[in-house]
């Protein structure tokens, strides 16, 4: 009897736009409008109608989150005080959408890596948090681009998203209806983000990023065996975003104040208390089952929301304060990237890594979610 399909990654790919935002842009602009909103309803502000805002500063970004710039689709439109969000001039329904395009570009890079052929592909799951529209799925306009005969779907899971499709797709291929599935995390996060929140406006970046799930009889020599997968779910209000016609305020979509909930809006301090312990806690128990120890883990590939998470997460998991080899960073040029940001770290530091070692990759968010993928390189 032939063995069981057995999962594994191939390859990985990632597009970044050529665009970046320094914290320090941010912030110059970002006080430029409090300065704007401040004179033009100074009268208000002074009878107490309106309440006055407060500047934005480089130190408090850096020292809260780690995130040092962030790579975004459109600069200008987002640093305009007057107007604060991306202008992306909207397409004709026969041109690409721009989130299948930069899906796309992560995508040919993944194929390109594992020098694998858009033909030979047999499924696309788009599983990101910012989708562009309700259908037709992206995933099926990924599908289409890259000239892929098989089936595409869009999955939703916030910041965990990624995970959670690398365990859909390697369910696929233990059960036998695909040999190569494509996950595709395109993440436009700039046009679901408040630029006009103090409390969020420096959060997030745009990029796509790209994983080929494959049987590992036909996956190219070098792939990571999948050791173990585990998701979790926890319902939780402290991060959503209510964006679509169906949540209109007063018959029109209100982006335009602060604290919009059309937009990513969360409670970060209670974000962080509740999902580091039940992260970590998810982790630990999976090594155990895996009989993994902190010591056999050469690498965690972490979510890229915020350095202090990280910190704490990594501490729990290895026993010891994480060293930037063995928990690298990405948040300090790509800001949190949502979906995408533990496959951007797992993406731009595995190259040294040799047959044997393990890694994680996790990734934890709105939901709340969380999900684990151990890896080990052969
Ligand atoms: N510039 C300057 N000061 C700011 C500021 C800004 N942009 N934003 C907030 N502050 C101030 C607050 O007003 C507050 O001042 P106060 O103590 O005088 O009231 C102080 O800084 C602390 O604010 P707080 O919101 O409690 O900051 P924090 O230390 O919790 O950091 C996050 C905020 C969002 C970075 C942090 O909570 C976090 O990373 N949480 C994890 C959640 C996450 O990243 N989720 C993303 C989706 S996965």
């Known amino acids: 009897m032939p063995d069981a399909p057995q999962p ?53 970004i850096e020292k809260a989150s780690g995130i040092g710039s962030r790579h975004v689709v459109d600069k200008a439109g987002i640093l305009d005080p007057e107007h604060m969000a991306p202008r992306l001039p909207e397409r004709a329904n026969d041109e690409l959408s721009i989130l299948a395009e930069i899906g796309v570009a992560a995508a040919k890079d993944a194929l390109a890596r594992a020098g694998r052929d858009a033909s030979d592909v047999d499924a696309v799951l788009c599983a990101a948090s910012n989708m562009q529209r309700a259908y037709p799925a992206m995933a099926i306009e990924i599908q289409d681009a890259l000239g892929i005969d098989g089936f595409a779907f869009d999955m939703n899971v916030a910041c965990s998203s990624a995970t959670f499709g690398i365990q859909t797709a390697a369910d696929y291929i233990r059960a036998g209806h695909a040999k190569s599935v494509l996950v595709v995390n395109p993440e436009i996060c700039s046009g679901h983000l408040n630029w006009r929140d103090r409390d969020s406006h420096f959060i997030f970046g745009d990029v796509a990023t790209a994983i080929l799930v494959e049987d590992k009889d036909i996956a190219p020599a070098g792939y990571w065996d999948i050791l173990g997968t585990r998701l979790k779910t926890v319902f939780s209000n402290n991060i959503r975003n209510n964006f679509g016609f169906l949540n209109r305020t007063h018959g029109a979509i209100d982006q335009s104040g602060p604290k919009s909930d059309k937009l990513f809006v969360q409670e970060g301090r209670k974000v962080f208390k509740e999902v580091v312990p039940m992260v970590a806690a998810m982790i630990v128990a999976e090594m155990e089952k895996l009989g993994l120890e902190g010591a056999d883990m050469r690498r965690l590939w972490l979510h890229q929301a915020n350095t202090n998470m990280n910190r704490l997460i990594a501490q729990r998991v290895l026993g010891h304060e994480a060293s930037e080899d063995e928990s690298p960073t990405v948040l300090d040029t790509y800001g949190n990237t949502s979906s995408a940001g533990s496959i951007i770290a797992f993406h731009l530091n595995h190259e040294d890594m040799v047959a044997g070692d393990n890694g994680l990759i996790c990734s934890f968010g709105a939901g709340y979610s969380a999900g684990t993928v151990f890896v080990r390189k052969t």
Not at 28 to 55: C, P, Q, W
Request: charged share 20%.
């Open 8 to 60: 594994v990654i191939s390859a990985t790919g990632l597009f970044t736009p050529a665009e970046a935002i320094s914290n320090e842009e941010l912030v110059a602009s970002f006080n430029e409008y409090v300065a704007l909103h401040n004179r033009k309803y100074a009268e208000a502000i002074a009878a107490g109608e309106v309440a006055e805002l407060t500047e934005s500063s480089v130190e408090f």
